[in-house]
């Protein structure tokens, strides 16, 4: 199964064997068993730098944090930024996070606009 289908991980295997024979196996059983991939020859799947590099321009990274000012006063920060032109999407900061305050209705535009 895993030759057959080298993206598919031992996770998939796993679950394929349960569905479609009713063959319960962990996963681990199942890494144990898949061919090992032979020395020097690229992995099969994606890694997540590239990954990063395809998808930039689809990813929104968001943050959500406390900052202490001078006087001592938390504040709630919020900042989303689109990772491929790392461009700033939108912040705000705030003293009350409690009261809630709809940015559409106050400004009359979406948010990510």
């Known amino acids: ?17 349960l ?5 319960r196996v962990s996963p681990h059983t199942v890494r144990k068993y898949m061919p090992k991939p032979a020395p ?4 099969g799947d994606q890694r997540w730098p590239t990954f990063l590099h ?6 929104v990274a968001g943050d959500f944090f ?3 000012t001078a006087t001592f006063r938390l504040i709630d920060v919020v900042v ?6 790392r461009r700033l999407l939108h912040f ?10 709809d940015a559409t209705a106050a400004t009359g535009s ?3 606009t």
Request: charged share 30%.
């Open 110 to 112: 979406s948010w990510l």
């Open 80 to 85: 989303l930024i689109e990772h491929g032109s």
């Open 40 to 43: 020097g020859r690229p992995r």
């Open 66 to 68: 406390v900052a202490v």
């Open 54 to 59: 395809n998808h930039a321009r689809a990813i």
């Open 19 to 23: 569905l479609k024979i009713a063959i």
């Open 1 to 17: 199964m895993a030759r057959e289908n080298p993206p598919w991980g031992e996770e998939r295997i796993a679950n394929k064997l």
């Open 92 to 101: 705000n900061v705030t003293d009350h996070p409690e009261r809630r305050v």
